[in-house]
């Protein structure tokens, strides 16, 4: 999906949120004899089917998947199937290695499954990325300041009067271009988006941490929403594993309406 697609997607949607399937097995109701892998395509089925109308992406982190090993890849492909093709699809394997070891990732996971991003971890440089930024209308979510507790163990370090995270964004943002690049940033660091989004003003920002982790969405957006919306928010176990799925989904579809209303009013055409 390109840039203009997935902007025309959230005027038309009138939302940004990305809703991640992240199955755990632990998490859910077991209902029935039916094997696990066809319960857990029955429960994840059942998430896209009650929100797809309301998000704009959505996000598989592949560590739930590839826990069960050669049937977790199968089952993750069957969920990628349920997927609609208007909506974006990022795959959360936060990969990143040597350069011929990443084109191999990139082949796995871009070329072979039907996903528009990947995120990446920007700490081996740039021929780590790269081969992430060479498929057309393809994306690298690059991981920049993160939501986890220990993003503070090295991203807020001081690297010559600026933070780490500072210095990642500045030369990741070189890399490759608003086109496809876009940045992971926590909701958990509110007092911190203002800058990265003066450092990056252009590049859409996948923003996990709202929901269970206790990030505010409004704070978000106060800090770091654009003219074009800028921002995939998303959110996973606050709706995943709600009592009402779609009820939950509405909640945070009804708040991102609102505030889209500001920045990108709606014309009779946007609005299906």
Known sequence: MTRQQLIQTIREKRSFLCVGLDLDYDKMPIPGPKPWPDIMLDFVRNVIEQTEDLCVAYKINTAFYEVLQYQ??????????????????????????????????????????PVDAVTVSPYMGRDSIAPFLSREDKWAAILALTSNKGSTDFQM??????????????????????????????????????????????????????????????????????????LLVNVSRSIMYAEDVRAAAKHYRQQMEEILDTVMPPSPADVK
């Open 72 to 113: 977790g890849w199968d089952l993750m492909q069957s969920v990628l199937d349920e997927i609609p093709g208007e909506v974006f699809v990022i795959l959360d394997a936060k990969r990143g290695d040597v350069g011929h070891s990443s084109e191999k990732y990139a082949q796995a996971l871009l070329d072979n499954m």
């Open 157 to 230: 370090l001081d690297v010559g009067g600026k933070k780490l995270y500072e210095r990642v964004l500045e030369t990741a943002a070189t890399w490759g271009t608003p086109d496809n690049t876009m940045f992971v940033v926590g909701a958990t660091h509110p007092e911190h988006l203002k800058t990265v989004r003066s450092i990056v003003p252009d590049h859409f920002l996948l923003v996990p941490g709202v929901g269970a982790q206790g990030g505010d969405l409004k704070a978000v957006c106060d800090a770091a929403i654009t003219k074009d919306c800028g």
